[in-house]
C-alpha cells in the first residue's frame, strides 16, 4: 500500500510504504506521480519511506521498479530510500550506479534527516 506523503510539493514526492508494495501501486501511485513532477519540472525528487509494516515487494512492483528507473534515470535528481530491509538497500545502491542523480539510504529514524537532504 502507498501514500502520498504530506510535504510532496513542486518536484517533490514522498510516499510512504505500508505491508506488500505492488504492482498496482506502481502503476496507479507511483508513477503518475512522479511522471507527472517529471514532465513539469524536468527533474523530480523522490521519498521513499517503507514503513514498520513493510513486507516486501511482488514481483510484478519489482519489475515496474527497475523498467522506471532504467527509463528515468536522467531525471531523478535525488532519491532517498528510508527505512529499506538489506536486499533494498544493496539494490538501492546497485541501481545508484546507473542513474545520473544522487541516491541515499536512511535507517528508519532517519526520516526527518531524509526529508532535509532530500530538499537540499
Request: net charge negative; charged share 25%; proline share 2%.
Amino acid at each position: 500500500m502507498v501514500k502520498v506523503l504530506p510535504g510532496s510539493d513542486g518536484n517533490l514526492l514522498g510516499i510512504q510504504v505500508s505491508e506488500k508494495l505492488t504492482a498496482r501501486d506502481y502503476e496507479e501511485v507511483m508513477v503518475p506521480q512522479l511522471v507527472g513532477r517529471i514532465q513539469q519540472y524536468g527533474k523530480a525528487r523522490f521519498l521513499c519511506y517503507m514503513d514498520e509494516t513493510f513486507a516486501g515487494m511482488e514481483l510484478g512492483a519489482m519489475l515496474d521498479d527497475a523498467k522506471f528507473f532504467f527509463k528515468y534515470k536522467n531525471d531523478l535528481e535525488r532519491m532517498a530510500v528510508v527505512g529499506a530491509v538489506k536486499w533494498i538497500e544493496v539494490m538501492t545502491k546497485l541501481f545508484s550506479k546507473f542513474i545520473e542523480g544522487e541516491m541515499q539510504t536512511f535507517a528508519s529514524e532517519q526520516l526527518a534527516a531524509a526529508w532535509e537532504w532530500i530538499k537540499a
